[in-house]
């Protein structure tokens, strides 16, 4: 991906046509806004409580500014990094975001053809309506991780793993912060659960070890597979030793999502996990939590290079992604701005938003005076800058 954003520019300009979905996130959300009913446009866009947890993820952001530096070659740059000894093309994934049909009927598979197309990888949810296998199916042998929900069933969460590692998925990512969920006032209004309707549940209802426990094939009795579901959903009694079992399922990498507290990213360490992904959830679970953002400046100030860091939660631009590895991340991921894009327009839609993160981050990086992400670092960054700044 060397100069992807002059590249990306030059093809925008050069065709002479107006987009086809607004470039600008503000006006992204403003028109998913229209085009969605309320209950799903609000599942995707709200988040817990009076929303303090996710305004504060971008307030979060604003306090870091850039400190360019001038006359250094930037003609050349790549945006590669290296994970888990494997290289992808760029810092940015996809986050793990379930029952995507809410927002286009083909959900996670119009989502993981546009991931396979930019060759950056796609984590996919526990909670997807399409099932992993058919997601692996759409992506082939481009890059994708898979993202459990711990079910209350270990056995469950242990099938789940197995039929990730076997579809070809090259790590997993346990999400640790939904054993329940969390009060949502918007879908409390609009009494919006969408699993109840049968979406978000694909990767149960094929899983042999969920359909053991039922009496009658989900295809024959749908409403018992989505009552089981319910009783199942989460593990609210799950515990850092429970992390003993699960590695013992697969030879693949394991990454904890949901961490902010940094003695929890020590506990990662010493259970063995291979990286952490730093959330709050994009604010959806805890009202009045820290910003994802300054946990990771916490966390990255002791852990940095102990095991990979990654972080989620407010990233709307390329400068915020900028901002996110030059505090410490190894990576980041995308999630409500593809969700817009995947209503909009399906497939086009979230390839065109996250063709347009990654030239915004590459152009951020060039005009900062980085050829690389290894040159990224705290130095290029001042917190609250003061006025007197020269």
């Known amino acids: 991906m060397n100069n992807f954003g002059n590249n990306v520019q030059l093809q925008v300009y050069g065709s002479g046509k107006k987009s086809a979905i607004p470039v600008r996130y503000e006006e992204l959300e403003m028109l998913a806004k229209e085009k969605l009913d309320e209950g799903p446009f609000y599942y995707i866009a709200g988040g817990a409580g009076s929303e303090r947890s996710m305004n504060e993820n971008r307030l979060a952001f604003d306090k870091w500014k850039i400190v360019p530096r001038m006359l250094r070659n930037v003609s050349e740059r790549g945006m590669s990094v290296n994970l888990f000894g494997k290289t992808y093309h760029s810092p940015i994934l996809f986050a ?26 796609y984590i996919t949810s526990t909670a997807s309506t399409y099932s992993l296998e058919k997601v692996s199916n759409v992506i082939g042998d481009n890059p994708k991780w898979y993202q459990l929900y711990c079910s209350s069933d270990m056995e469950i969460a242990a099938s789940m793993m197995k039929r990730a590692e076997a ?28 699993f ?11 899983d042999p070890v969920f359909r053991s426990r039922l009496n009658k094939t989900p295809e024959d009795d749908p409403q018992s ?3 089981l579901w319910t009783k199942l959903f989460g593990n609210p009694s799950l515990t850092w030793d ?3 079992y699960l590695r013992q399922q697969t030879k693949l990498p394991i990454l904890l999502k949901g961490i902010l507290h940094k003695e929890d990213a020590k506990l990662a360490l010493e259970y063995g996990m291979d990286g952490i992904i730093v959330s709050n959830h994009g604010g959806r679970q805890v009202d009045g939590t820290i910003s994802t953002l300054d946990a990771l400046e916490c966390i990255c100030s002791e852990f940095k ?3 990979p860091i990654l972080m989620d939660s407010g990233i709307r631009r390329g400068s915020d992604v900028y901002k ?39 152009l951020t990086m060039a005009l900062s005076g980085q050829k690389s992400i290894s040159e990224l670092n705290p130095t290029l960054l001042v917190k609250e800058i003061d006025r007197t700044y020269r």
């Open 96 to 121: 793990p975001i379930g029952v995507q049909s809410i927002a286009h009927p083909e959900g996670e598979l119009e989502a993981a053809k546009a991931a396979a197309e930019l060759k950056i990888p």
């Open 167 to 194: 579809n070809g998925y090259e790590a997993i990512v346990i999400t640790l912060d939904t054993s329940i969920m969390g009060w949502r006032e918007k879908d409390i209004e609009n009494a919006y659960l969408p």
């Open 196 to 206: 109840l309707q049968g979406q978000g549940i694909g990767n149960y209802i094929e």
């Open 225 to 227: 597979a989505i009552l």
């Open 242 to 244: 429970d992390l003993v």
């Open 305 to 307: 290079g102990k095991f």
């Open 324 to 362: 996110a590895l030059a505090i410490g991340a190894d990576a980041v991921l995308i999630g409500r701005p593809y969700m817009y894009g995947l209503a909009l327009a399906g497939k086009n839609g979230v390839l065109q938003v996250m063709r347009n993160i990654l030239a915004d981050f590459d």
